[in-house]
């Protein structure tokens, strides 16, 4: 049976760098992949964009309201006539090997149930990259329950300006950090650093976090 993993850790840990190192290790192995984030992300559009400069087009966009069963369904079956297609007489015929999802928080639970079951009814690794808390050091939705029914749990570590492990994900808006405000907001690279939407996220250990929000742990 495939496995559902979860590979999280704070902003700036290398999630997007694994992620597509990940899908280069099965490609050069001869196997097909799907590479897919929620829609939610407006960063990088519908590529997945590393912090190191690498950046590759998703397959599917996962949208607040689809259902990921039936997306990574329709673009299975795309890859399976594609290889037919091309197939050599006496080849050997390509299914996916892999889903490989990126910003994972930004799922839904119904939509991490939906990748469950591709892994366990449809025998399909799944392997989702996310961080688990948000500025305000509350989990997401969707991180909270990849924890609960994820098979495997692989922390990415990355450490904080003072060199300790960074846990938290501070947010600044025009360069200064804030602790109340919605749940999401998509890093506004590009804006005036004084704008008022100018939107940063800062890897933070524990202290330095509390530091900075006046010794709160989590603001409400």
Do not use: W
């Amino acid at each position: 049976m495939a496995k559902l993993y979860f590979r999280y850790g704070a902003m700036n840990s290398g999630k997007s760098t694994a992620l597509l190192q990940a899908a280069y290790n099965y490609e050069e192995r001869g196997q097909a992949v799907l590479l897919a984030k929620p829609a939610i992300d407006t960063k990088g559009a519908d590529q997945v964009a590393s912090r190191l400069g690498m950046t590759r087009q998703v397959d599917f966009l996962i949208g607040a309201g689809d259902d990921a069963g039936e997306l990574f369904a329709r673009h299975r079956e795309n890859v399976r006539r594609s290889a037919a297609d091309a197939l050599i007489p006496g080849g050997r015929a390509t299914d996916v090997a892999c889903l490989l999802i990126d910003e994972a928080q930004f799922l839904t639970p119904a939509q991490v149930d939906e990748v469950f079951r591709i892994a366990v009814l449809e025998d399909v690794p799944v392997m989702a990259y996310g961080i688990r808390t948000d500025f305000r050091t509350q989990a997401f939705p969707g991180s909270r329950r990849l924890l609960e029914i994820a098979h495997a749990l692989e922390e990415l570590k990355t450490i904080c300006r003072c060199g300790r492990k960074a846990l938290f994900n501070g947010r600044r808006i025009a360069g200064r950090f804030v602790f109340d405000g919605d749940q999401v907001a998509i890093d506004a690279e590009g804006a005036p650093v004084r704008d008022e939407h100018f939107v940063t996220y800062e890897s933070l250990c524990g202290v330095c976090y509390l530091e900075e929000s006046g010794g709160v742990l989590t603001p409400g």
